[in-house]
Protein backbone atom coordinates (compact mmCIF):
# COMPACT_ATOMS: atom_id res chain seq x y z
CA UNK A 1 0.00 0.00 0.00
CA UNK A 2 1.04 3.48 -0.65
CA UNK A 3 0.29 6.54 0.71
CA UNK A 4 1.29 9.99 -0.13
CA UNK A 5 1.06 12.48 2.74
CA UNK A 6 1.26 16.48 1.55
CA UNK A 7 1.84 19.68 3.97
CA UNK A 8 2.77 23.39 4.10
CA UNK A 9 -0.43 24.80 2.79
CA UNK A 10 -1.90 28.01 4.78
CA UNK A 11 -3.13 31.12 4.03
CA UNK A 12 -0.60 33.55 2.20
CA UNK A 13 -0.91 36.91 1.18
CA UNK A 14 -0.43 37.94 -2.95
CA UNK A 15 3.71 37.95 -3.68
CA UNK A 16 4.32 35.66 -0.72
CA UNK A 17 6.09 32.19 -1.34
CA UNK A 18 5.00 28.49 -0.16
CA UNK A 19 6.86 25.17 0.05
CA UNK A 20 4.67 22.30 -0.43
CA UNK A 21 5.92 18.37 0.80
CA UNK A 22 4.65 15.51 0.09
CA UNK A 23 6.49 12.46 1.78
CA UNK A 24 5.61 8.94 0.73
CA UNK A 25 5.02 5.87 2.39
CA UNK A 26 4.74 2.59 1.55
CA UNK A 27 7.04 -0.58 2.30
CA UNK A 28 7.26 -2.16 -1.29
CA UNK A 29 7.04 1.72 -2.45
CA UNK A 30 10.09 2.20 -4.89
CA UNK A 31 9.70 6.02 -4.52
CA UNK A 32 13.83 6.77 -6.05
CA UNK A 33 12.07 4.93 -9.18
CA UNK A 34 8.73 6.35 -9.44
CA UNK A 35 8.01 9.67 -11.26
CA UNK A 36 5.75 12.28 -9.25
CA UNK A 37 3.54 15.29 -10.14
CA UNK A 38 1.72 18.15 -8.57
CA UNK A 39 -1.62 19.29 -9.28
CA UNK A 40 -4.54 21.63 -8.23
CA UNK A 41 -7.51 22.26 -8.31
CA UNK A 42 -9.86 24.98 -7.37
CA UNK A 43 -13.35 24.82 -6.06
CA UNK A 44 -15.38 24.44 -9.03
CA UNK A 45 -12.78 23.21 -11.50
CA UNK A 46 -11.15 20.17 -12.77
CA UNK A 47 -7.90 18.82 -11.28
CA UNK A 48 -5.04 20.48 -13.71
CA UNK A 49 -1.78 19.31 -13.71
CA UNK A 50 1.01 22.11 -12.34
CA UNK A 51 4.81 20.15 -12.18
CA UNK A 52 6.12 16.59 -12.93
CA UNK A 53 9.45 15.25 -12.09
CA UNK A 54 11.19 12.36 -13.05
CA UNK A 55 12.48 9.65 -11.11
CA UNK A 56 16.17 11.05 -10.72
CA UNK A 57 14.94 14.19 -10.42
CA UNK A 58 17.25 15.21 -13.45
CA UNK A 59 14.19 16.24 -15.39
CA UNK A 60 10.96 18.69 -14.64
CA UNK A 61 8.03 19.58 -16.91
CA UNK A 62 6.15 22.19 -15.65
CA UNK A 63 2.02 23.53 -17.28
CA UNK A 64 3.13 25.97 -19.69
CA UNK A 65 0.28 28.67 -18.38
CA UNK A 66 2.62 29.02 -14.77
CA UNK A 67 5.30 30.80 -15.70
CA UNK A 68 8.89 30.33 -13.72
CA UNK A 69 6.91 30.60 -10.50
CA UNK A 70 6.47 27.20 -9.76
CA UNK A 71 9.95 24.33 -8.93
CA UNK A 72 9.12 20.97 -8.31
CA UNK A 73 12.31 19.21 -6.78
CA UNK A 74 12.70 15.98 -4.46
CA UNK A 75 14.83 14.42 -2.53
CA UNK A 76 14.76 10.48 -2.91
CA UNK A 77 16.71 9.87 0.51
CA UNK A 78 13.92 11.28 1.98
CA UNK A 79 11.13 9.75 0.08
CA UNK A 80 9.82 13.46 -0.14
CA UNK A 81 9.01 15.63 -3.53
CA UNK A 82 8.62 19.55 -3.25
CA UNK A 83 6.78 22.31 -4.88
CA UNK A 84 8.10 25.83 -4.14
CA UNK A 85 5.76 28.58 -5.12
CA UNK A 86 6.72 32.26 -5.76
CA UNK A 87 5.24 35.31 -6.03
CA UNK A 88 1.70 33.47 -5.48
CA UNK A 89 -1.30 34.89 -6.79
CA UNK A 90 -5.53 34.85 -5.69
CA UNK A 91 -5.89 32.57 -8.51
CA UNK A 92 -3.11 30.41 -7.19
CA UNK A 93 -6.30 29.20 -4.89
CA UNK A 94 -6.67 25.76 -4.52
CA UNK A 95 -6.16 22.16 -3.21
CA UNK A 96 -2.84 20.80 -4.42
CA UNK A 97 -2.44 17.07 -4.46
CA UNK A 98 1.07 14.82 -5.12
CA UNK A 99 0.82 12.00 -6.96
CA UNK A 100 2.63 9.10 -7.96
CA UNK A 101 3.03 7.84 -11.69
CA UNK A 102 5.05 4.18 -11.55
CA UNK A 103 3.47 3.64 -15.02
CA UNK A 104 3.42 7.24 -16.49
CA UNK A 105 4.52 7.74 -19.52
CA UNK A 106 5.25 10.86 -21.88
CA UNK A 107 1.87 11.23 -23.30
CA UNK A 108 0.16 10.91 -19.94
CA UNK A 109 2.35 12.60 -17.61
CA UNK A 110 0.28 16.05 -17.61
CA UNK A 111 -2.82 14.33 -17.03
CA UNK A 112 -4.57 13.20 -13.67
CA UNK A 113 -5.36 9.33 -15.72
CA UNK A 114 -1.40 8.61 -15.99
CA UNK A 115 -0.81 8.41 -11.64
CA UNK A 116 -2.04 6.12 -9.90
CA UNK A 117 -1.07 6.82 -6.11
CA UNK A 118 -2.88 10.39 -4.53
CA UNK A 119 -2.17 12.12 -1.54
CA UNK A 120 -5.14 14.08 0.59
CA UNK A 121 -4.33 17.48 -0.85
CA UNK A 122 -3.25 20.54 0.98
CA UNK A 123 -4.70 23.53 1.06
CA UNK A 124 -3.64 27.14 -0.54
CA UNK A 125 -5.30 30.48 -0.15
CA UNK A 126 -4.41 33.40 -1.37
CA UNK A 127 -5.56 36.56 -0.42
CA UNK A 128 -5.10 39.64 -2.16
Known amino acids: QVQLVESGGGLVQAGGSLRLSCVAF??????????MAWFRQAPGKEREFVAH????????IYEDSLEDRFTITRDNAKNTVYLQINRLKPEDTATYYC???????????????????WGQGTQVTVSS
Open 26 to 35: GRTFAFSNTP
Open 53 to 60: ISYSGHNT
Open 99 to 117: AAGPSVLQVTMKKVSGYTY
